[in-house]
T-cell receptor, first 119, second 113 residues
Framework: KAGVTQTPRYLIKTRGQQVTLSCSPISGHRSVSWYQQTPGQGLQFLFEYFSETQRNKGNFPGRFSGRQFSNSRSEMNVSTLELGDSALYLC??????????????????FGDGTRLSIL | SQKIEQNSEALNIQEGKTATLTCNYTNYSPAYLQWYRQDPGRGPVFLLLIRENEKEKRKERLKVTFDTTLKQSLFHITASQPADSATYLCALGPYSSASKIIFGSGTRLSIRP
């Protein structure tokens, strides 16, 4: 079974530009979460999508947005890039349990991330 | 506010010894706790999950304990090997799928031969 795939692996942008990152979850996984990882802040939650709907959102500015398609693939977009946006962006998918509450305790399967550098 | 702390940024131990990593939390009542391993340049990999009503979980050389009174989880690797060198992350999970998982900043474990 293929794992979570993130593209591109590396990206260099300049301040003020915008960027779109892509994530293909494991087949059958309908929940996709996005995280930002930096040496100083660790793994920070951005947002989670389930069945094309945003279910949770972290404390990031509106420049960070995302969406999920009907095939569960997800994209995140960052507009008006700032130097502080340089980070490893990780996507994780999980399999929802049959019962609603059991969805919350499923392990997350991470991709290897997109390394975004802002010059 | 919710806070999760992992005991130290780095831990350096001799091969063959038991490595013990600590995860403490405040202002949170988790339904479960997960441990992940992350290698440089890679995404985290899930290792173990322990629920709030479980005291201990084992998987091969790994053991996790969960004390909801102390608000602490301990992660043990017995008979450690250089290949166990990595960063280990703990994560707290909510009761409701409407709430998010919170990750600690990780402990970098180095096993010297």
């Amino acid at each position: 079974k293929a794992g979570v795939t993130q593209t591109p692996r590396y990206l260099i942008k300049t301040r003020g530009q915008q960027v779109t990152l892509s994530c293909s979850p494991i087949s059958g996984h309908r929940s996709v979460s996005w995280y930002q990882q930096t040496p100083g802040q660790g793994l920070q939650f951005l947002f989670e999508y389930f069945s094309e709907t945003q279910r949770n959102k972290g404390n990031f500015p509106g420049r960070f947005s995302g969406r999920q398609f009907s095939n569960s693939r997800s994209e995140m977009n960052v507009s008006t890039l700032e130097l502080g946006d340089s980070a490893l962006y990780l996507c994780a998918s999980s399999f929802p349990g049959r019962r609603r509450l059991s969805r919350s305790n499923q392990p997350q399967h991470f991709g290897d991330g997109t390394r975004l550098s802002i010059l | 506010s919710q806070k999760i702390e992992q005991n130290s940024e780095a831990l350096n131990i001799q091969e063959g010894k038991t490595a013990t990593l600590t995860c403490n939390y405040t202002n949170y009542s988790p339904a479960y706790l997960q441990w992940y391993r992350q290698d440089p340049g890679r995404g985290p990999v899930f290792l173990l999950l322990i629920r709030e009503n479980e005291k201990e979980k084992r998987k091969e050389r790994l053991k996790v304990t969960f004390d909801t009174t102390l608000k602490q989880s301990l992660f043990h690797i017995t008979a450690s090997q250089p290949a166990d060198s990595a960063t280990y992350l703990c994560a707290l999970g909510p009761y409701s799928s409407a709430s998010k998982i919170i990750f600690g900043s990780g402990t970098r474990l180095s096993i010297r031969p």
